[in-house]
Structure formats: C-alpha cells, structure tokens
C-alpha cells in the first residue's frame, strides 16, 4: 500500500534552496539527497507505514473477504455457529445459502518513541455486528512488558488452531473472545514467555467480575506450545458466587517439509460460556434458548472439555490444503434435559489459493453435528468458497 506524506514538499523545497548554490557541489547535493528522499519514499511505501513526526509512525493494514455459502439442511447464516442452537423443532429448510462481506476488516497500528521506550497501540475492527455494522475487535497500548486495553483473551493459547479454517465460527473445541484486561509479560530468553492478567469476565452477568489468568509459551525450531489457565467468579442469582476454572494447552509442529501438525485441549468446570458456540450457552440452568451452561441445578459448576486436531500440508509455493476437526463436550449435570446439548462437533476440508500476496481464494467443506442427551443429533454440510483482498 502506498502513502505519500510530505515528502515531495520536502524535495521541492531542498532543491530550491540547492539551486541557489553554485556549480557542480550543489548539483551533486541535490542528487544525493533525492535519492535519500527517494529510498525513504520506497521504504514507506513498502512497509505500509506513514511517519507523521519524529518517532510517530502508523501503519494501516487490513482485507476484504467475500464469503459465498450453501448449506443442505438448516440455513446458518453467516457462520455455523448457529448450529448449536438447531433442535428437533428447527425447520428443515434444505438447501440455504447467502453471500457477505462481514468479516472484512480494518486495523491500524502506531509506534510512538517515548522517554519510557516505545509505546504501541493497535485498533481494529470488522463488520461481524449487528446487521454488519462495524464493530471492534481489538483496541490496546503496550509499552515495556504491560498491555492494557481490549485483545484475545489470556489464557486460550494461539498454538494448536488450524488456521487456514475459513469458516468465521471456528472449529467446535475451541475458545476464541477478545476482552478488556490488564497483562503483563516476561520474556526470560527467546523461547519461552508468561504472562499474567486481570480481565473482565466474558460470561453473560458478570460484567463486574475479573476473571484471573496466566500463561506459558515455548518456541524453538519446528515446535510451538502455549498452555494457559483462567479462574472465573461466576455470580448466580440461586447459589450466590461459584467458582469456575480452566486450562488449555495447544502446539503446533512442523513435521515434515511443507506439513504442519496442530492440536489444543480445553477442560475445566463453568467454562461453557467460554467456549465456541456460546451464543446458545448460558451461565445457569434454565435459561431461556439456551442447551449449555456454567452452573447447573444444584449450584455446581459443569464440567466440560473441547479437543481440536489438524493438519496442514503445502501444495507447492501457492497454496495449502487442511483437514481439520474439533468437539466440545459436556458431562451430565444437575437438571439437564434431554434437548440439551451433550457434544457438538466439526470438520472442515481447506483449501487455499495464493495468487499473490494480497489475493487469497479458497474452498472449504463443513460438516457439524449437534447431540443431545436424550440421543437426537442434527446434522449440516456447508460448502464455502472466499475471495479475499489483504492489504
């Protein structure tokens, strides 16, 4: 992406003053320094970066993303985390499909030379609000070893998820949310780093809560692990607090040439808010369109895990192909009903074309299954093309 700043007045101006010289010096002045204008020029130009003031510099980045879908039995929208919600009174509608542009997305950086070290800030934000409105995603400082402001969540490490997975749910299995926090991070040498952090708890009714989590990741070579943990105060309008906790740990590896293997586990108990598909999870049992919960009825927290599996093998210098496969699981709970949700399960088959660094095409195939406890399961194949523009 190219950004011109003010370096052409600057040119202008230098070459003004030069031809107010005399001779062959000032001519040589001047071809010197427009080629030093002309390199920083190219340089901004490459980098995306537009310097405002000394030691201020931002850089935009972002993509358009087009998503073409189908689906053969319930029509999903957007993404298939609606599947979670799909029981024996959901219409079969049979073939459904849309298009949208919703996950596109917008960012900017800065980087800011302070007496205190450098200061970053990020902001960025999609259209994956209500009716595509455009919504954030993520809006933090860092300076030194301390972030505040809002970004993933601590605990759930990046290790272990495909991702070449296009559909914007994510695999079942998983846990992806950004929220506010405080964290701070050591870096004791160039494998491994933890971090800390107080955040504000995800779970619907316990906005005022803090949630407390920790980290641990490790890289070298061809092996990356990340394993973290979270303890949540969950506030309940029947058994006061109950105290939820969970842990995660995901690695990726470079097996072979070209081919990369991915796995992550999630368990706890009072996660299920937590996890993907939370849209149709609640925090206590007994609420209104909800099949998962926190707590059940007797005040005890659930216990549930998630498990994601994948791997990734490069099909020459441009493109990819990845199969991919997750399930989160609930373990029976006081006051669960048989239309409540034992297991909801995906796979998803990948396949990408890079045509060139900005332009990205894939296809994707879905199948996810929802199970109750009383033994029913609901079942859809999506197919999914994308185009996608990365500046």
């Known amino acids: 992406m190219k950004i011109k700043g003010k370096i052409g007045s600057v040119s202008q101006m230098a070459a003004a003053v030069l031809i107010g010289g005399t001779g062959a010096a000032a001519a040589q002045d001047l071809t010197v320094l427009e080629a030093r204008i002309a390199a920083l020029e190219n340089r901004q130009a490459e980098s995306g970066q537009l310097t405002l003031a000394p030691g201020v510099k931002l850089t935009f980045y972002g993509y358009t993303k087009l998503d073409l879908i189908t689906d053969n039995n319930y029509d999903l929208g957007a993404t298939t985390g609606a599947m979670a919600g799909v ?3 959901s219409p079969l509608e049979g073939s459904g499909s849309n298009a949208h542009a919703y996950e596109s997305r917008l960012g900017l950086r800065a980087s800011i030379d302070t007496d205190i070290g450098e200061v970053k800030l990020t ?26 402001g809002q970004t993933w969540t601590n605990w759930v490490p990046a290790e272990g998820g495909p991702a070449a997975v296009q559909d914007f749910n994510g695999l079942a299995g998983g846990s992806y949310y950004r929220t506010p926090q405080v964290r701070y991070t050591f870096r004791p040498n160039d494998q491994w780093r933890f ?41 309940t309008s029947s058994f006061g607090d109950v105290t939820g906790f969970g842990y995660a740990i995901g690695a990726d590896y470079e097996a072979w040439q070209g081919g990369k293997l991915h796995a992550q586990y999630i368990g706890g108990k009072g996660i299920s808010t937590l996890l993907n598909n939370a849209g149709f999870s609640g925090l206590e049992v007994g609420t209104a369109g909800k099949y998962a919960f926190d707590v059940d009825a007797a005040g005890d927290p659930v216990k549930a895990k998630g498990v994601k599996l994948g791997i990734t093998q490069k099909l020459g210098e441009k493109s990819d192909l990845s199969l991919a496969h997750g399930f989160q699981r609930f373990d029976d709970f006081a006051g669960a009903l048989g239309s409540h949700t034992k297991e909801i399960n995906s796979t998803h088959v990948t396949y990408r074309y890079f045509a060139t660094k900005s332009v990205m095409l894939a296809a994707e195939a879905a199948y996810v299954e929802r199970e109750q406890f009383d033994g029913a399961s609901f079942d859809n194949t999506r197919l999914q093309g994308v185009v996608k523009f990365t500046f």
Do not use: C, Q, W
Request: charged share 15%; aromatic share 10%; proline share 4%.
């Open 195 to 235: 971090a800390v952090a107080l955040e504000e708890d995800y779970a619907p009714g316990t906005a005022s809560r803090v949630a407390v989590s920790g980290f641990a990741g490790y890289a070298n070579g061809p092996l990356k692990i990340g394993m973290g943990a979270i303890s949540r105060g969950l506030e």
């Open 123 to 148: 902001l960025e934000g999609d259209f994956f609000g209500s009716g595509g409105n455009f919504r954030l995603r993520h809006a933090y400082g860092e300076v030194g070893p301390l972030l505040a």
């Open 87 to 89: 029981t024996a009174g």
